[in-house]
Structures are given as C-alpha cells and as structure tokens.
T-cell receptor, first 114, second 112 residues
C-alpha cells in the first residue's frame, strides 16, 4: 500500500519557539494532504486541507497565522507551529489520498511544548 | 459542515461476543464512510469502508452497514478477541479523496 511518512515522530520545544513538521508521500503524488490534531483521548480534528501550489484551506477556529502550511511539491506538505505554547501540545497527523483509494496516514508527530 | 456522532464512547465485551458501534452523520452529500482502529500513539488503521451505493459490506469478522435515509452507519465485530481492544473511529467524507470528518471515538475493551 501507499506510504505516508511524517517527521519528526516526536519533538519537545520551548514555549515561544516554532516547530516544523513534514509530511511526505513516498510512493505517490498527492495534490491534496490533510492535517489533523488529536488531543489525548479525543478524536482527530481536521485543521486544514493542504493544496499543492496554492494556499491551504483552514477549518473554522484554526489560526492560519499560527499554523503555517506549505505544500510546495506533490510529495511534501509542511506544518509549522509558530510561537508554540503548552496548549499546542498535541498529536499532529497528516494524511494523503491517491485517486481511487483510501486515505493514508502518517505515523503522527507528538509535540510537547515546555 | 459535516458533523459525525458516535456511540458508545466506551464498550466492554467478553471475548467471543459481538460488538456494535454506531455513527450518524449530518451531511447528506457524504458518500464515503470508513472505519479506523487506532492503538495508543499510533496512526489510524483503516479496517473497513463503505460507499453510499452499498448497504452492507463484510470482511471476515468485521461488517459495516449503512442506512442512507436515516444517515447512520454501524460497525459490527463478531467473535471479538483481546487484540481487537483499541479505539475505533468512524468518519465521513464526500469522496475518498476529500477531507474526513471523524466521530468522537469508541474505546473497545475485550476481556479474555
């Protein structure tokens, strides 16, 4: 099956700093990728839809200036959490779809802001 | 926008019994309904999915039913095993390449 790889798997950063998370589709081209956030014991909440070559579409309530998404190529989307605060600590997961198949998820990134 | 509700939030069954998890969705334009199993700290794993042109789909011990009129779909696991213990999420989208809206999750515990 298709492979989506996320990096890093976990990261600890200081409050006020920025963190970049990468999502790569390793064996297929993804014109669209999705970013989700999952707090402990909660569901996956869609943050934004990442479109290759254009601006991301953010869900209501998600701050676009805080969560910067760049989809510069058909195989890479990045999420940058800017000026991170402890409340941004969460499990961030990306997904990508290949035409005609199901969504493939990255392994997730556990962000801890101290 | 789409809203997906899922029940129950927790479910405990004895090994060998059946488990049923139910979801309802709000957007009649949704036509793709996958179910995921997620273990702690891991990515969601697709276990079965169904499209709106089908009423039921089965894969060994797992089945999904869809009632488009009522806008609800259910996951059925028969002959449960301890390794089925995990959190299960339903989801809905307007096509398998569109964004997924997830249900709130069900923590299933299967006791030996």
């Amino acid at each position: 099956g298709a492979v989506v790889s996320q990096h890093p798997s976990w990261v600890i950063c200081k409050s006020g700093t920025s963190v970049k998370i990468e999502c790569r589709s390793l064996d297929f081209q993804a014109t669209t990728m999705f970013w989700y956030r999952q707090f402990p014991k909660q569901s996956l909440m869609l943050m934004a839809t990442s479109n290759e070559g254009s601006k991301a579409t953010y869900e209501q309530g998600v701050e676009k200036d805080k969560f910067l998404i760049n989809h510069a190529s058909l195989t890479l989307s990045t999420l940058t959490v800017t000026s991170a605060h402890p409340e941004d600590s969460s499990f961030y997961i990306c997904s990508a779809t290949r035409a005609g198949t199901e969504a493939f998820f990255g392994q997730g990134t556990r962000l801890t802001v101290v | 926008g789409e809203n997906v509700e899922q029940h129950p939030s927790t479910l405990s069954v004895q090994e060998g019994d059946s488990a049923v998890i139910k979801c309802t969705y709000s957007d009649s334009a949704s036509n793709y309904f996958p179910w995921y199993k997620q273990e702690l700290g891991k990515r969601p794993q697709l276990i079965i999915d169904i499209r709106s042109n089908v009423g039921e789909k089965k894969d060994q011990r797992i089945a999904v039913t869809l009632n488009k009129t009522a806008k609800h779909f259910s996951l059925h696991i028969t002959e449960t095993q301890p390794e089925d213990s995990a959190v299960y999420f339903c989801a809905a989208s307007k096509g398998n390449t569109d964004k997924l809206i997830f249900g709130t999750g069900t923590r299933l515990q299967v006791f030996p």
